[in-house]
Structure formats: C-alpha cells, structure tokens
C-alpha cells in the first residue's frame, strides 16, 4: 500500500535535524504559573452571562421534575418531528412524565438525519466560555449536532469554574481514554463566512438550549 | 509561462490599485480587529498568554520525534492507523487507496490547510470519486474553482452578490444576497451529502500526544458531520501540530480562536480519537490519521528558523501585515499566504518562493500579534539572507545592477562632501529629466511611484543647507 519506511525515514530526520539546538527564548518565570484568566466568582451567575453573550439559551428549574416540565414546553413550541434522545436513567425519568411524543434512544443507534431535536446530558458545564461539555457517553457524536434544536438537562452542580477545572475532570473521570469523541459547545452553530456577518444554524444546531436544575433529583 | 515571482509582481501591481477589492478585504479585517481586540480584555494579560504558548510550542517541536511516537502509540491503542507520508504524492496515494479499497462513492471534507498543500482535490478528480468542501467558505471557493484566499476565511475577498450569483447558477433557485439565506441554501445542498458520504476526510488543529486524539476547532458544525457521521474518517495532518498533553488545550483552544476570529473560543472544540466503541451508538468504523512531513523535517534542522514550526495557523499575521492587506490573498499564489506563507514558502516549495521575503516593509506587526510568538520579521530576513548568499540562484542581472547601486551609495553615504555632491546632482538631474517631460517613463528612477501617485516636489534646497540657513553654521 505504501512504503513502511516513509516513518523510518522521517523520525530519522527528524531526530537528525534535532541534535542542533534550537535558541531559546526564557521568558519571566511567573509566566508558567500565573493564572491567564480571572478567577471565576460565581460559577452559576457567569455561566448564565456567557450563555448570553454566546447565544446559548437557558432555563433555569428547580429540579427534575420542573426540568421535565420546561422540556415539555420546549418541545410544544418545536414543530413536529423525530425526538432523538440519550438513553439514560435521569432522561428516561424525566421524558416518561408524559408519553405524548415517539422517542427514539440512542441505544438503538445513530440520530437520524430528519432528527427535529435532540435531548441529551453533559459531563459539565464551563463558567468562564458558557459552554457545554459531552462525550459520546452523552447519547453519541451525532446526538449533539444533526437537529436544529440540541437541548441539554443538566444540574447547577455540574458547573466547572473554567477551562483548567474541566481538563481536570476529563482526567479524573477517564472520559478522554473511555470515550472516542468529546466535545466542548460554544453556542449554537455559526458561520460568518460571508462579508464576516455573523449567521446562525450554519450545519449543526440552531438553537442550543441549556435546561440547569438546581437540584439533579 | 511566467515565475512566481513575476507572477506576484504582476497580481500585486492589479490588486493594490483595485479599490473595491481594497474596501471588502478592509471591511473584513476591521471587523476582526474590533472582536479581537474587544475578546483580548477577557486575558489577565496576553503576553504572559502567549509566552507560555511558545514554551509548550518549543517543547513539542524539540522533542518531536519524542512526541509523535507517543501519539503513534496511543492512535493504535484506540483502534485507529497511523500512516506517514514522507510527501504529497504518498499522502494522497495512501488517501486514494483507502477509498478505492473500500468502494467509497462520495467523500465530504471540512476545512483543511494541509490537504491543500498536498492537492488532495486533484487526486480524486483523478479518480472520478466526488471530495465535497463542507465549510462554507471552502464551498464557496470550491464553486469558483479557486484555492482558498485565506486561512481561517477562505471567502473573505467576495461580496455577498458575488456570492448570490454563484450559489444561482451552482445550486439554482436563488433569488437573494441576504447572508442568512445564502447559509440556508448551502445548508440544504449540503445536508444530503454528509449523509450520502462514505468518507469523511478533516485535517486536525492539534495532534494529541498523551491521549492519541485530535483536536478539531470549527464553529459551523460542519467538521463534526464529517467525522461522525461516514463510515470511515481520515484526519490529515502536519508533524509539526503535535501538543504533548491534552490539558494544554485550556490554553490553545481559547488562544487559537481569539487570534483567529476573535472569539472567546469556538463554537465547536472537539477531540476524536478512534473509531466507534462498542457501546457507541454512532461513528465511523476506521479511523486514519496521516502525518505529511512534506518539507518540515528539513525545515526543522535550520535550528535558527525551527520555531516556523510552533504555528498553529490562526491567520492573525495574515490580518495584521499591511502587505496582505494591499496584495490580497491570492497574489501569493501559495498555499499558505501572508507573513506565515512568506516564510514558509520557500522551505516547503523551493528558493522560487524566495521573493515573498523581500515584499515586506519589516514593520514587525505580524511577529506583534502571533499567539507563538514566532518571530516572523526576523524569518522573513534570514530568508532574505539565505536567498542572496553566494551559490543561491536569485535573479543575476538584477543583482549585477543592485550591487552597483549599492557600491555608489557606500561610497556617497561614506563621505560628507561626496554626499552633498552626489545630492546636488541627484537634484538637478531630476528637475532637468521632469523638464523635458521624462516623468513616468523608463529613464525616470521614480517611475514606480510616480505611475500610480501624484510626484513629490523635488526640493531646491538639500537638507543640509536648510539646516545651514536656519540654525547657522556649527
């Protein structure tokens, strides 16, 4: 198919051209410690500020069962279509309190391309950029990027202050080595490819919609 | 036909005096320069943002080799294959054949620099198998048969009627320039050919070392279609993206769309690594990543240009150099243009590339504002040195005359009296050539000035007298 010793032949030259140094240039020492953002104050508020800079809407609920209901009302507005949702317990929970809309879990496989919405969790949510981290534990790649709607249930004690505090997540729960994608969620999709004017919905979501109980239970 | 470099001369000699071209690219830029400068308050402090980029760049790129074993390994750990192309030709056979093996009948692709550099289009046009662009900027440079004009916004030199007018006679049924409904209608085009696709092919902003995953930073969404919904996802890649741990993106991802588009972060940071789990409800079944060294390993042993390597292709040099801003982006005629392209060219493509370093005015704003801190104005001149030592072909003729040029000015700038003389006849011969109406024509050593601006005055006086006059003699 190809030559195996293409990768010989590069890591050699590679290792070849590395015996001359390279200059260095040591900046101030504090660089490499010192925090390059502000310190988050209070998760949950800057959360919601950045959610609205960002185009993320929110609606914050007091628990599950409110969350259940606000996704109700979500879905009510929608028109009508394929549901696609994570199969996990909390959202077969929620989803069961009413039984009037088809649907269809990821265990039983990809979102389909006519998906009208799509219902998943998270593993965290990030203050500092208002984002939405998921897995492909969170219902699969697809479930977070082929229905003009994503909404996500998640609880206010999912929030993570800001980037370093996610990475640091990612590391303790194993998700990056037990997981094939993960993905951090900015917002809704966006283009502004043409004339730099900003357009919503440009191939994923058009609506990103964070559903925040305060208390997962 | 003509070499690159009269190519550039001639293009850049059209582009700067297009004036409507000048506005939209001005237009563009301006409003990068308010988001970014506007984004850049959310950083404690930006310096200290972008020195510990270089010491996390500088690592990886010196200890390479290192590095991109470690990813090796963990990319086969996850299931997926690893191949390395020494060149274009073997990146692009090694693509082909993974797609003639598995009867691939349609390939969407998102957005990519280096699969460009290896004219991985042409390969399949070759082969008769459709590649899809799915950006949409690449779309639409893709409709017009025209490489990318930038390397985050690859449309950024058309208006949306130019954009209208293509999308009527390539999609059809069109009858608007409203950006919105041009997005829609691109969408709609689109949408059946990311799930008719047997392949999805992406590039990667970063290649993972620790964890064997790459990064992909996209805000339509369109690069997640790819890689999630074909059966097979092919990631292509430069060795120099490697970062060595996957926390370092707390930094990158941020710094990178900030630089780039002058978002906080991008809509869409994303980490694939492998194919499908079991247990996953979708993704593709393989899963390749192709590193193309492509000229870089040679690059990397001219220890003095090394850190060309550390960029991480955010287009910020490209938005601040005044050059770019007058030639535009295709008068290059490079993959990579602007600053970045201009030192890196040459290396990649061969001493033909040589004239990009000399069209520079050496203002440093691009070594100002790259989130590496890769010291562009100074590469830019250790490529002009390189290009005019001894044994480097560089036009003879020209340097006979420029040498000669010089040798008078050495001898005039070496003497005070000699200075003043040669002043005194550099004036009178102007005046006298403009008197008899030489202005503009080959004999006028101005002529490059004065063909496209209104000529100076010349002065009566030199410098040195006025000085005399109005201070007294000292």
Same mark, same amino acid.
């Given at each position: 198919?190809?030559?195996?010793?293409?990768?010989?032949?590069?890591?050699?030259?590679?290792?070849?051209?590395?015996?001359?140094?390279?200059?260095?240039?040591?900046?101030?020492?504090?660089?490499?410690?010192?925090?390059?953002?502000?310190?988050?104050?209070?998760?949950?508020?800057?959360?919601?500020?950045?959610?609205?800079?960002?185009?993320?809407?929110?609606?914050?609920?007091?628990?599950?069962?409110?969350?259940?209901?606000?996704?109700?009302?979500?879905?009510?507005?929608?028109?009508?279509?394929?549901?696609?949702?994570?199969?996990?317990?909390?959202?077969?929970?929620?989803?069961?309190?009413?039984?009037?809309?088809?649907?269809?879990?990821?265990?039983? /496989?990809?979102?389909?391309?006519?998906? %009208?919405?799509?219902?998943?969790?998270?593993?965290?949510?990030?203050?500092?950029?208002?984002?939405?981290? *998921?897995?492909?534990?969170?219902g699969g790649r697809g479930a977070s990027v082929v229905a003009p709607v994503h909404i996500v249930v998640a609880g206010v004690n999912q929030i993570v202050p800001d980037l370093d505090a996610a990475f640091a997540l990612i590391r303790e729960r194993n998700i990056a080595m037990q997981n094939s994608y993960v993905c951090l969620i900015t917002g809704s999709s966006r283009t502004a490819d043409i004339e730099k004017i900003l357009v919503m919905g440009a191939h994923g979501p058009q609506r990103l919609i964070v559903v925040l109980a305060q208390r997962l239970e | 036909m003509s070499s690159p470099a009269q190519e550039f001369f001639r293009s850049a000699v059209e582009k700067s005096a297009d004036l409507a071209h000048r506005q939209i690219i001005r237009k563009g830029i301006d409003s990068y320069n308010?988001?970014?400068?506007?984004?850049?308050?959310?950083?404690?402090?930006? %310096?200290?943002?972008?020195?510990?980029?270089?010491?996390?760049?500088?690592?990886?790129?010196?200890?390479?080799?290192?590095?991109?074993?470690?990813?090796?390994?963990?990319?086969?750990?996850?299931?997926?294959?690893?191949?390395?192309?020494?060149?274009?030709?073997?990146?692009?056979?090694?693509?082909?054949?993974?797609?003639?093996?598995?009867? *691939?009948?349609?390939?969407?692709?998102?957005?990519?620099?280096?699969?460009?550099?290896?004219?991985? !289009?042409?390969?399949?046009?070759?082969?008769?198998?459709?590649?899809?662009?799915?950006?949409?900027?690449?779309?639409?440079?893709?409709?017009?048969?025209?490489?990318?004009?930038?390397?985050?916004?690859?449309?950024?030199?058309?208006?949306?009627? %130019? +954009?209208?007018?293509?999308?009527?006679?390539?999609?059809?049924?069109?009858?608007?320039?409203?950006?919105?409904?041009?997005?829609?209608?691109?969408?709609?085009?689109?949408?059946?050919?990311?799930?008719?696709?047997?392949?999805?092919?992406?590039?990667?902003?970063?290649?993972?070392?620790?964890?064997?995953?790459?990064?992909?930073?996209?805000?339509? /969404?369109?690069?997640?279609?790819?890689?999630?919904?074909?059966?097979?996802?092919?990631?292509?890649?430069?060795?120099?993206?490697?970062?060595?741990?996957?926390?370092?993106?707390?930094?990158?991802?941020?710094?990178?769309?900030?630089?780039?588009?002058?978002?906080?972060?991008?809509?869409?940071?994303?980490?694939?690594?492998?194919?499908?789990?079991?247990?996953?409800?979708?993704?593709?079944?393989?899963?390749?990543?192709?590193?193309?060294?492509?000229?870089?390993?040679?690059?990397? !042993?001219?220890?003095?240009?090394?850190?060309?390597?550390?960029?991480?292709?955010?287009?910020?040099?490209?938005?601040?150099?005044?050059?770019?801003?007058?030639?535009?982006?295709?008068?290059?005629?490079?993959?990579?243009?602007?600053?970045?392209?201009?030192?890196?060219?040459?290396?990649?493509?061969?001493?033909?590339?040589?004239?990009?370093?000399?069209?520079?005015?050496?203002?440093?704003?691009?070594?100002?504002?790259?989130?590496?801190?890769?010291?562009?104005?100074?590469?830019?001149?250790?490529?002009?040195?390189?290009?005019?030592?001894? /044994?480097?072909?560089?036009?003879?003729?020209?340097?006979?005359?420029?040498?000669?040029?010089?040798?008078?000015?050495?001898?005039? !700038?070496?003497?005070?009296?000699?200075?003043?003389?040669? /002043?005194?006849?550099?004036?009178?011969?102007?005046?006298?050539?403009?008197?008899?109406?030489?202005?503009?024509?080959?004999?006028?050593?101005?002529?490059?000035?004065?063909?496209?601006?209104?000529?100076? !005055? +010349?002065?009566?006086?030199?410098?040195?007298?006025?000085?005399?006059?109005?201070?007294?003699?000292?």
């Amino acid at each position: 198919m190809a030559p195996p010793e293409a990768r010989e032949r590069i890591l050699g030259r590679v290792r070849a051209a590395l015996k001359a140094p390279a200059p260095h240039h040591v900046g101030d020492p504090v660089t490499l410690h010192a925090s390059i953002f502000a310190p988050v104050e209070n998760p949950l508020d800057r959360f919601q500020k950045e959610c609205a800079a960002n185009i993320t809407e929110w609606v914050l609920t007091k628990n599950l069962r409110t969350s259940s209901a606000a996704v109700a009302e979500i879905l009510a507005a929608l028109p009508e279509g394929e549901i696609f949702a994570q199969d996990s317990p909390a959202l077969r929970a929620i989803l069961s309190l009413w039984q009037s809309r088809m649907i269809r879990w990821s265990s039983e /496989g990809a979102p389909p391309e006519a998906s %009208q919405v799509t219902i998943t969790q998270c593993e965290a949510l990030v203050a500092l950029t208002g984002s939405v981290l *998921v897995s492909s534990a969170c219902g699969g790649r697809g479930a977070s990027v082929v229905a003009p709607v994503h909404i996500v249930v998640a609880g206010v004690n999912q929030i993570v202050p800001d980037l370093d505090a996610a990475f640091a997540l990612i590391r303790e729960r194993n998700i990056a080595m037990q997981n094939s994608y993960v993905c951090l969620i900015t917002g809704s999709s966006r283009t502004a490819d043409i004339e730099k004017i900003l357009v919503m919905g440009a191939h994923g979501p058009q609506r990103l919609i964070v559903v925040l109980a305060q208390r997962l239970e | 036909m003509s070499s690159p470099a009269q190519e550039f001369f001639r293009s850049a000699v059209e582009k700067s005096a297009d004036l409507a071209h000048r506005q939209i690219i001005r237009k563009g830029i301006d409003s990068y320069n308010v988001t970014f400068e506007r984004t850049r308050n959310r950083y404690v402090d930006w %310096q200290r943002a972008r020195q510990r980029l270089y010491e996390i760049k500088w690592d990886a790129i010196n200890h390479l080799d290192r590095y991109l074993e470690e990813f090796e390994r963990n990319v086969i750990a996850r299931g997926g294959k690893v191949f390395w192309a020494e060149n274009s030709e073997q990146a692009c056979r090694y693509i082909a054949d993974v797609a003639l093996t598995n009867g *691939v009948k349609k390939i969407v692709k998102s957005k990519s620099m280096v699969t460009e550099e290896i004219h991985l !289009a042409g390969a399949f046009e070759k082969l008769g198998i459709p590649l899809i662009e799915t950006d949409l900027g690449e779309y639409i440079v893709w409709l017009r048969h025209e490489p990318p004009y930038h390397i985050v916004t690859p449309a950024m030199h058309l208006t949306r009627t %130019q +954009i209208a007018e293509l999308f009527q006679e390539k999609i059809g049924d069109i009858h608007t320039d409203d950006p919105e409904q041009l997005v829609a209608a691109a969408r709609r085009a689109l949408r059946r050919d990311f799930f008719s696709a047997d392949m999805g092919i992406s590039g990667a902003n970063f290649l993972i070392a620790d964890s064997g995953m790459i990064a992909l930073t996209t805000n339509e /969404g369109n690069g997640r279609l790819c890689t999630s919904v074909p059966r097979i996802h092919i990631a292509v890649a430069g060795i120099e993206k490697i970062l060595p741990r996957l926390d370092q993106l707390a930094l990158f991802w941020p710094m990178l769309a900030t630089s780039g588009t002058g978002q906080a972060i991008s809509c869409y940071s994303t980490l694939v690594g492998g194919p499908r789990r079991p247990g996953e409800p979708d993704g593709p079944e393989e899963f390749h990543v192709v590193l193309v060294d492509n000229g870089r390993s040679e690059l990397l !042993a001219d220890a003095e240009k090394r850190d060309i390597l550390h960029c991480i292709r955010c287009g910020a040099c490209l938005n601040a150099c005044p050059v770019f801003r007058t030639v535009g982006g295709h008068t290059y005629g490079t993959t990579y243009p602007g600053p970045i392209g201009s030192v890196l060219t040459p290396h990649l493509r061969g001493r033909e590339f040589d004239h990009l370093s000399f069209a520079s005015s050496l203002c440093g704003a691009c070594t100002e504002v790259c989130p590496v801190k890769i010291d562009l104005h100074h590469r830019l001149l250790e490529n002009r040195r390189d290009a005019v030592n001894p /044994g480097a072909h560089h036009g003879g003729a020209h340097r006979g005359l420029e040498r000669f040029a010089f040798a008078i000015f050495r001898s005039a !700038a070496l003497g005070s009296g000699r200075f003043a003389f040669f /002043g005194g006849v550099a004036r009178f011969a102007l005046r006298l050539l403009y008197a008899v109406g030489l202005r503009g024509t080959a004999l006028d050593p101005g002529r490059v000035w004065n063909k496209n601006h209104a000529a100076p !005055a +010349i002065p009566s006086k030199s410098f040195r007298t006025l000085w005399k006059d109005r201070h007294g003699a000292s």
